[in-house]
C-alpha cells in the first residue's frame, strides 16, 4: 500500500526488528522501579499509575526513553484535538499484525511514553500519544519511523503562548529527524506550514470543520484565501504557502487514497472521527499494514479512554463525551441529541489551562431548547457565558450534585479535561459503592 | 420595552486579532445594552472589508506578533476609522490591541514598529512572559476592582497624556518597573487593557462605563437585572492568591480594600 502513498514502508532502522532489552543494569532498576511505582499506584486507585511510574523511571535514568525505544518502530501522534482517539484507532489497525505498546490512559508527556513502553517490553511496535509542547522532546529520545499530526488551534495559552510559537518549535523538531514520515492534516494551514519542515511528508485531508486559527497565514499574517464550492477544503495565501494535494482524502464513508476507496465504518461518532481514522489508516499504511485490514480493525473501537462511553448512573444514562476548547467543542456541537438534557462540567487546572477565555468562542448560543446545568471548579465562568448566549441553566459547581437536577433518562455530559477525569472516577466510586462493594 | 436607539459595536479584524477570545466583549457589550432596551448590532469587521467609520463603539483585541504588525498596516491604511476612533467613537484595546495603538512596539528581535500613535504609549518585550490572573483597583470611578487574565510579552509605557486604566494589586500589568504598578490605559475615548477573560465578562460596570460614553451617558438610567453567577465569578477571581507576584502582593491588596 505504500506506492499509493508515495512513501516506501517504514522498517526499524537503527537495529533488526525486535525490541532489545534496555541496555544496562541502572536502567533495568529504574524502568523495574517505574512498573513498581504504577502497580503501587494502581492498587491503591490513585490513578493508571503511567504518570507516577514513568516520572520514577524518568528519575533515575533521564535517558531510559531512548533505551526503551531502541529497536521498535514508533508512531508519535501529537496535535491539539483527536490525538487519543487517533492513537486508539491506530494502535487498534496495528495490533491486528502483533503486540503493541501504546500509552492508552492518555498520559500524553514523556513520563507517560516512558511507562507504555515499559509496560510491553515485547511490542516491536508503539503509538504514543505526545502533547504537541512535549513532541520535540519526545521525538528526539525515540527517533520515530512517524509522527502524526493532526491539527495545531488554540489550547492552554498560558502554557503554550502562541499557537505560531508552538508551531514553530515543532517545525525544528520534525526537520531534526529527516527519516522520519511525517503523516501530515493538508486542511489546516498551521500543520501545513509545520510540516514544510519535514523531509517526508503524506498528506491528508481530513475536512475539520474549526477554522478559527485557520483565517490568517502563519507564515507571513496576511488572510488566507479559501476555495469555495467542491474545492472548499482548498486554502492559499497570496505568500505562496498553499494546501498541498492530498495523498489521502476523508470523504464520508471511508478514505479515498488515489482512485481506491477504503471503506471506514467506525463505531465512534461524528465526521471528525472519521477524520482522524483516515490520519491513522495513513500511518498504519505508511507502516505496511494493509488499509483494508486496518480499517477492520479500527471498526471494533467503541470507547477511547471513557469518551464516547455511555454508563448507567441510577435511572440516568450518562454519554460521556470531552471538549475542551473552541475546535473541540465545534466538533462536539454537532454531536448533541436535540432537546437532550445536558451537564456541561467545566475546570481551570494546570492541565485544563488556567484561562477561561476560551469559553467565548464555543457558539453556547446553539445550546437553546434542553435542560441545561453548569458545574465544575468553574461552572461560575461558564454560568456568565451561557446567560450572555440567552441559555437558561442552573449552576452547581459538584457534578454529581448537577446531575440530581436532570430528569432521568438519556443525558449528555461535556467536560474538560480534567473534570471529564475527575467524572469518570466519582461516578465510578459511587456506583461500586451503590453496588456494595 | 421598545428600542430606543441604535447601538452598533464594530469587532475589528476578529479573523486577525482573535486569539484570545476578546470577541466575547462585544457580546457583552451588546446584551448589556439590549438589557436596557437599546438596539444593538455587533458588526464584524474582517481584514478583506473596508471598515465603516460610523460604529458607536470599536473593539480590537489580542493577537499574535506577526497579526500585530499585519494590523497596524491595514488600519493605517484606513484613515475614516482612523479619525472615527480618534474623535467620534468609543474604542477598546485589548492585549496586541492596547500595544498597537499606541507611538511605537519594539518586537522580540529589537525591531521597533510605528503604531497607531492614537495612545501616548510605547512598548518593549519583556524578559519574562506576563502570564497569570491580575487585579487592578479601576481609575474609573465607581468600577472598582478589575480581574483578568494577562498573556502577555509587553512592557507598556506610559505618556503623559494617557491616564493609567488601573493600579495593579496583583499580577504584572503593563510590566514597567515603577513604585507604583500600573495597568493599561485611558483617554476621553479609548480604553486600552491587558486584560483577557474576556474583560467585560468578569468586569460588567467596565462594559456599563463603555456603553454610558458610547450612549452619551443618557441611556444607563435602567440597571440590567443582576447575571446569576457573576458575583460568584467576581469573588473566586478577586480573592485568588495570584501566584506569582507572591503572598505578600495579596496581603497588600488585602490592606487596600
Keep these: ?437 | 420595552m421598545s428600542a430606543r436607539t441604535e447601538l452598533v459595536i464594530g469587532v475589528l479584524l476578529p479573523d486577525v486579532l482573535g486569539t484570545y477570545s476578546d470577541a466575547g466583549n462585544a457580546v457583552v457589550l451588546a446584551q448589556r445594552a439590549r438589557w436596557r432596551g437599546i438596539d444593538t448590532t455587533i458588526l464584524p469587521v474582517p481584514a478583506d472589508t473596508t471598515p465603516p467609520a460610523g460604529c458607536d463603539l470599536y473593539l480590537l483585541g489580542g493577537g499574535e506578533d506577526i497579526a500585530q504588525l499585519f494590523a497596524i498596516e491595514w488600519l493605517n491604511r484606513h484613515h475614516g476609522l482612523r479619525h472615527a476612533m480618534s474623535s467620534t467613537a468609543v474604542t477598546l484595546a485589548v492585549c496586541a490591541g492596547l500595544q498597537i495603538l499606541g507611538h511605537t512596539l519594539t518586537d522580540r528581535r529589537g525591531q521597533r514598529h510605528a503604531g497607531l500613535g492614537l495612545l501616548d504609549l510605547s512598548t518593549e518585550p519583556r524578559r519574562r512572559r506576563a502570564v497569570g490572573e491580575v487585579i487592578t483597583h479601576c481609575e474609573l470611578p465607581g468600577v472598582g476592582l478589575l480581574t483578568g487574565f494577562e498573556n502577555h510579552q509587553g512592557a507598556t509605557t506610559l505618556g503623559a497624556a494617557v491616564r493609567p486604566l488601573g493600579r495593579v494589586r496583583s499580577g504584572v500589568g503593563n510590566g514597567v518597573p515603577t513604585k507604583d504598578a500600573v495597568e493599561g490605559a485611558l483617554t476621553d475615548r479609548i480604553v486600552a487593557t491587558y486584560l483577557h477573560g474576556p474583560v467585560l465578562a468578569r468586569n460588567p460596570a467596565l462594559a456599563d462605563h463603555l456603553l454610558a460614553r458610547a450612549t452619551g451617558d443618557r441611556l444607563l438610567d435602567g440597571e440590567p437585572s443582576e447575571v446569576p453567577d457573576l458575583p460568584e465569578l467576581r469573588r473566586a477571581y478577586l480573592t485568588t492568591v495570584s501566584r506569582r507576584p507572591g503572598i505578600r502582593a495579596f496581603a497588600r491588596a488585602v490592606r487596600r480594600s
Design chain 1, 1 to 437: 500500500m505504500g506506492s499509493t502513498s508515495g512513501v516506501r514502508p517504514v522498517a526499524g532502522r537503527r537495529h533488526p526488528p525486535g525490541p532489545r532489552r534496555v541496555a544496562g543494569w541502572w536502567a533495568r532498576i529504574a524502568v523495574r522501579a517505574g512498573l513498581v511505582a504504577g502497580a503501587l499506584s494502581r492498587s491503591l486507585g490513585t490513578g493508571s499509575g503511567s504518570i507516577i511510574g514513568g516520572r520514577v523511571t524518568l528519575a533515575l535514568h533521564p535517558a531510559a526513553l531512548s533505551g526503551l525505544a531502541v529497536g521498535r518502530r514508533v508512531v508519535l501522534v501529537s496535535g491539539t484535538n483527536g490525538k487519543t482517539t487517533t492513537s486508539h484507532l491506530l494502535a487498534a489497525a496495528l495490533a491486528s499484525t502483533g503486540p503493541v505498546a501504546h500509552n492508552a490512559s492518555g498520559a500524553n508527556m514523556a513520563d507517560g511514553a516512558v511507562a507504555a513502553l515499559a509496560a510491553d517490553p515485547a511490542a516491536e511496535l508503539a503509538v504514543i500519544e505526545v502533547d504537541e509542547l512535549h513532541l520535540a522532546t519526545v521525538a528526539a529520545a525515540v527517533a520515530p519511523a512517524v509522527v502524526v499530526l493532526l491539527n495545531l488551534s488554540r489550547d492552554q495559552l498560558d502554557r503554550g503562548s502562541e499557537v505560531r510559537s508552538v508551531a514553530a518549535a515543532l517545525g525544528a523538531a520534525l526537520a531534526a529527524h529527516p527519516d522520519t514520515v511525517v503523516v501530515a492534516n493538508a486542511d489546516d494551514p498551521m500543520v501545513v506550514w509545520t510540516a514544510a519542515h519535514a523531509t517526508r511528508t503524506v498528506w491528508v485531508s481530513t475536512g475539520g470543520r474549526w477554522r478559527g486559527e485557520a483565517t490568517t497565514c502563519p507564515r507571513c499574517g496576511c488572510t488566507l484565501h479559501y476555495g469555495a464550492g467542491p474545492g472548499v477544503r482548498r486554502w492559499a495565501c497570496r505568500c505562496g504557502l498553499t494546501r498541498p494535494d492530498p495523498q489521502w482524502v476523508a470523504v464520508g464513508e471511508g478514505g479515498l487514497t488515489g482512485d481506491v476507496l477504503i471503506p471506514v465504518e467506525l463505531r465512534l461518532p461524528g465526521q471528525f472521527n472519521q477524520g482522524n481514522a483516515i490520519m491513522a489508516l495513513a500511518a498504519a499504511s505508511v507502516l505496511g499494514i494493509d488499509p483494508r485490514r486496518a480499517a477492520a480493525a479500527m471498526a471494533d473501537v467503541e470507547d477511547v479512554a471513557g469518551r464516547y462511553a455511555v454508563v448507567a448512573h441510577g435511572d440516568r444514562e450518562l454519554r460521556l463525551l470531552l471538549a475542551k476548547n473552541p475546535a473541540g467543542w465545534a466538533e462536539i456541537l454537532g454531536l448533541l441529541e436535540d432537546a437532550r438534557p445536558l451537564l456541561v462540567i467545566i475546570n481551570a487546572r494546570e492541565a485544563d489551562g488556567r484561562d477561561t477565555s476560551w469559553l467565548w468562542d464555543v457558539p453556547f448560543d446553539e445550546l437553546a431548547d434542553r435542560p441545561v446545568v453548569a458545574a465544575g471548579d468553574r461552572a461560575a465562568d461558564l454560568g456568565v457565558r451561557l446567560t450572555y448566549a440567552g441559555i437558561e441553566h442552573t449552576t452547581v459547581p459538584d457534578p454529581l450534585a448537577a446531575l440530581e437536577l436532570l430528569p432521568p433518562g438519556k443525558i449528555d455530559v461535556v467536560a474538560n479535561y480534567t473534570a471529564f477525569h475527575q467524572m469518570r472516577g466519582r461516578l465510578g466510586a459511587q456506583d461500586r459503592r451503590e453496588a456494595g462493594t
